[in-house]
């Protein structure tokens, strides 16, 4: 037997699907390691920055803007907040459950067969322990390919990560710009109707907030990354590598911790072959023009 596996992983690439299972079984196994050493048994800090979702008021939403990284601090547009709002009725117990079951169902779809594979990454099983949304913003980027309004949840949540709207800025892709920033609108729109004394708290803190710090906080400053995540995004765009995307968006964060690069499960499935596919048909394939005055030879 074990001559008939050397065979395979030595043979030509008629044997790629059996190496590339054989890597992702070894990684599968790792991840499995991996998530039963983080979440077992549960230490005090499970679902730290969940908190900051849940049980909050919608009058004082903002409170507490001195603090960067202090549990149940809100920082995001409050469309987050008003679409999220019924939950705090929960026990938050029971709003831990449902949202990290929403963050392991979206590491499914975004790694299929591969998802286990992924938690091998210590910081990618690190993001449905602390409970954020950077799993979120990776799958919205990845959808936002074929539907770019998804891109209004990058937008109205960390804000920078839209960077990765360059994209469609150097591809020309108009349409898509603008259904990325009319969508963003109609969102804005609805909710300041809503409340509109929440956008003037949300503005105000988006310029009060400290640097954040922590044992866990990578500290590089904003204004390093961000020419770096542009530069990223522009050259995967003249290269037709989407994902580069997900990587300059991780880049353009407001503040980066270890679970923040979870993002990366973003990068990790658009480099899946059936990703890769899923991605070829959300883009428009323009047929060759031929110059006037020259005829197509038959075929």
């Known amino acids: 037997m074990w001559a008939r596996v050397k065979a395979r992983l030595a043979g030509p690439s008629g044997d790629t699907a059996f190496r590339r299972r054989a890597i992702r079984d ?107 949304i950077h799993l979120l913003l990776a799958a919205a980027i990845v959808l936002g390919f074929r539907h770019p309004w998804t891109w209004s949840f990058v937008l109205l949540t960390k804000v920078t990560p839209g960077i990765g709207l360059l994209w469609f800025v150097v591809r020309r892709e108009w349409r898509n710009v603008a259904i990325a920033l009319g969508g963003t609108a109609v969102v804005v729109v609805v909710s300041a109707a809503l409340g509109p004394d929440l956008w003037l708290g949300w503005l105000r803190s988006l310029v009060g907030t400290p640097e954040a710090t922590g044992p866990n906080h990578i500290p590089i400053p904003l204004l390093a990354r961000l020419p770096a995540a542009a530069l990223l995004v522009i050259w995967g765009a003249r290269t037709d590598r989407p994902w580069t995307v997900p990587l300059a968006a991780m880049l353009a964060l407001p503040t980066i911790w270890t679970h923040s690069l979870s993002m990366v499960a973003g990068a990790f499935a658009l480099l899946l072959p059936a990703r890769r596919q899923w991605f070829r048909r959300s883009t428009p394939r323009v047929a060759p023009t031929v110059p006037s005055g020259i005829e197509r030879s038959p075929a």
Do not use: K
């Open 26 to 132: 070894g990684l599968s196994l790792a991840g499995l390691i991996v998530v039963v050493w983080l979440f077992y048994p549960l230490p005090g800090n499970f679902g730290f920055d969940a908190h900051s979702y849940w049980g909050y008021d919608l009058h004082d939403l903002y409170r507490g803007t001195g603090s960067a990284n202090g549990i149940g601090t809100f920082r995001y547009a409050p469309a987050f907040a008003q679409l999220l709002a019924p939950l705090s009725a929960l026990p938050f117990a029971d709003f831990l459950l449902l949202w990290d079951a929403v963050l392991i169902g979206t590491l499914i779809w975004l790694g299929g067969p591969w998802a286990l594979a992924f938690c091998a990454f210590p910081f990618i099983p690190g993001e449905i322990f602390y409970g954020n």
